[in-house]
């Protein structure tokens, strides 16, 4: 991809004028042949020449270059999702410079800098080792740094604030997390509440119901973010284990979670598979990886986000967010992680030898 386009320009400004290459040549004060090269692209006009060529034509340098240094929502998402799906298919060294080719093209696109460091961590355990693994981290953080520093988007900033601490917690430095996030959480102030009651007194009763729809359910994928890791906080309390799980799973039952977002429920038979070895469970640890396994080769492809009967309002909120209905990791690449998560994790060797626990590495193979 050409980073100036200038010659098509040229042609396309010059022929809607109705002048020749002669007469831009006179003004311009050139050879016609200086002209010629510039628009079959063979050369380019001296930087001097720029800002009068420019202004010959009513347009702005950046116009005249052809040069865009920013990428629209639908774009960025077009392009994150080829590129994950690059990741999933291509040397990942090879798609690395790729995407380093872009972030240099786009450096003040700040929502494109943002997706790119989220696409980098999403894609970091692809990197073939710990060491690389953890410089590809490094640096997405730089990416989330400069948004942090450099947008004027405080909701892009906020979202860069995040990442940026869980950039830190993956490096194994928890002090600089800690003090990103002040160390306390901040009270609540949904604003959906406010939003739908605001939208209901000038009676538009649809887009409250929206609302609070998008609330609800934002709000369990949260909550399943704050079960996972508190099940493994509590892995030393049995009662109170078991409790979280118990409820988590009511929840899941409640909100049909396996269909509605398999991906962020899933994760907690993972969890609790692993919680039951340190407890030395096996039995218990091996039911959990059943369940996790009917799960992901279960009827949940192709993996997107999606409403249901419950929540029916979703789809316009769903196709204006960053990535649309797409999880951050193309489903070639999901599917292998569903089966390393298990096959690969050291604390489940204690089941190698298990009958049930082979079956269920087999099963998740044959899905990878």
Known sequence: MKEINIAHVLVSKRKEKGITQDDLAHFIGVSKASVSKWETGQSYPDVTLLPQLAAYFNISIDELMDYKPQMVKADIRKMYLQLAADFASEPFDKVMNRCRGIIKKYFSCFPLLFQM??????????????????????????????????????????QALFMEALCHISLGEPQVALELLDGAPAPAMPPEVLLASAYQMTGKLEEA????????????????????????????EADKHDEILRRALLVAEAFDLKHLH?????????????????????????????????????DIYPLRLHGDKFFDLLDNWLDEIDLGNNLPRDERTARQSMFSIVADNPIFTVLADEPKFQQIVNSLKNNS
Do not use: W
């Open 209 to 236: 119901k929206s609302v609070l729809q998008i609330g609800i359910y934002q709000n369990i994928v949260v909550l399943f973010n704050f079960f996972i890791p508190y099940l493994a906080l509590c892995a030393d």
């Open 117 to 158: 460091g989220v696409l980098l961590v999403n894609h970091s355990g692809l990197a073939g080792s710990p060491e690389k693994t953890l410089s590809v981290i490094k640096e997405a953080l730089g990416l989330f740094l400069r948004v942090k520093l450099e947008s004027d988007d405080l909701g892009l900033e906020k």
């Open 262 to 298: 398999p991906a962020i429920y899933s994760p907690i038979y993972i969890t609790a598979a692993q919680t039951y070895i340190m407890q030395g469970k096996k039995d218990q640890a091996l039911d959990m990886l059943q369940s996790y396994t009917r799960v992901v080769t279960g």
